[in-house]
């Protein structure tokens, strides 16, 4: 497998702009998480989808991240409009029903916001 | 809500050392706790999970234990070797429905 794959790897883009932010998750995996992560906060987890549903959201900064997931091999992540602050290392991480909850995380997308 | 503290200041021993890193937690006590490696660059990588009714895990150079009286967990690599150098990463997990908490990482340094 060719494990979780995230795109793009670098982003770089002006404020106000809108980014899409992608991700593959390994396949037969039913959980799906997006975490960012910054020097300040660390990672912390945005929304996790079960079954293709989130269920957890508390994490999204603000109405202007939101994300879906149309189907099980596919998840965006999308931020309008983009801020500064906005600028860290977003991680999409997947992971199966069974056995020890481990996430298998993708490589991250590096978003820059000027 | 759970928090996941681990040393931010980075660990530097020399190689053939065993390092050691904490990771403690302030509230209820998680039903597991996993370690990650991270490169730079990279995303988190799965090392280890010890659950709350263990106290020692071990793999290969790796152990971890468990103390829930200190609320914490130790994290060690004996033998270090430069190719060990790298951020580790504490999480909780297994109490608040599918999601982890993670501490903010403690960058590791081994020297030859």
């Known amino acids: 497998d060719a494990g979780v794959i995230q795109s793009p790897r670098h982003e770089v883009t002006e404020m106000g702009q809108e980014v899409t932010l992608r991700c593959k998750p390994i396949s037969g995996h039913d959980y799906l998480f997006w975490y960012r992560q910054t020097m300040m906060r660390g990672l912390e987890l945005l929304i996790y989808?079960?079954?293709?549903?989130?269920?957890?959201d508390s994490g999204m900064p603000e109405d202007r991240f939101s994300a879906k997931m149309p189907n099980a091999s596919f998840s965006t992540l999308k931020i309008q409009p983009s801020e500064p602050r906005d600028s860290a290392v977003y991680f999409c991480?997947?992971?199966?029903?069974?056995?020890?909850?481990?996430?298998?995380f993708g490589p991250g997308t590096r978003l820059t916001v000027l | 809500s759970q928090k996941i503290e681990q040393n931010s200041e980075a660990l530097n021993i020399q190689e053939g050392k065993t390092a050691t890193l904490t990771c403690n937690y302030t509230n209820y006590s998680p039903a597991y706790l996993q370690w990650y490696r991270q490169d730079p660059g990279r995303g988190p990588v799965f090392l280890l999970l010890i659950r709350e009714n263990e106290k020692e895990k071990r793999k290969e150079r790796l152990k971890v234990t468990f103390d829930t009286t200190l609320k914490q967990s130790l994290f060690h690599i004996t033998a270090s070797q430069p190719a060990d150098s790298a951020t580790y990463l504490c999480a909780s997990g297994g109490n608040a429905g599918n999601m982890l908490t993670f501490g903010g990482g403690t960058r590791l340094m081994v020297k030859p």
């Open positions: 991480a997947s992971r199966g029903t069974s056995g020890t909850d481990t996430q298998y």
């Open positions: 989808f079960n079954n293709n549903v989130p269920i957890d």
